[in-house]
C-alpha cells in the first residue's frame, strides 16, 4: 500500500526558513521521480519543484533561487529546503509523483507571517 507521509511545516515569519520531508513506502523509491506540490485557500493544487531519479531538478518560477528539493533513496524521503519565505508561500505541501498519480497523503501546514 503506498503511503507518502508528509512533515516538517509550521508557522514562520517572512525571510525564513523551513524544511520539509516526506517519507515514502509501498513504492519503488528509487526509480520514480518524485515532487512537491502546494495548495494554497482557494486555489488549485500546484507542482512547485520536482527531482529526476539522477538527481535534475526544476522549479516553478515562484520558487527558483529560494526553495530547494533534494533525495535520499535509502531513507525513501524527498526534502524540500524552503528559504527566504514569503505569505504566498503559505500553503499546504504535499509530495507525490510528477503528475500526482499516487494516493495522496495529509500534507503538511506552512503558514508564513508577514
Known amino acids: 500500500q503506498v503511503q507518502l507521509v508528509e512533515s516538517g511545516g509550521g508557522l514562520v515569519q517572512a525571510g525564513g526558513s523551513l524544511r520539509l520531508s516526506c517519507a515514502a513506502s509501498g513504492i519503488m523509491f528509487s526509480i520514480n521521480a518524485m515532487g512537491w506540490y502546494r495548495q494554497a485557500p482557494g486555489k488549485q493544487r500546484e507542482l512547485v519543484a520536482d527531482?529526476?531519479?539522477?538527481?535534475?531538478?526544476t522549479y516553478a518560477d515562484s520558487v527558483k533561487g529560494r526553495f530547494t528539493i533534494s533525495r535520499d533513496n535509502a531513507k525513501k524521503t524527498v526534502y524540500l529546503q524552503m528559504n527566504s519565505l514569503k505569505s504566498e508561500d503559505t500553503a499546504v505541501y504535499y509530495c507525490?509523483?510528477?503528475?500526482?498519480?499516487?494516493?495522496w497523503g495529509r500534507g503538511t501546514q506552512v503558514t508564513v507571517s508577514s
Open positions: 527531482i529526476t531519479t539522477g538527481g535534475s531538478t
Open positions: 507525490n509523483v510528477p503528475g500526482g498519480i499516487l494516493r
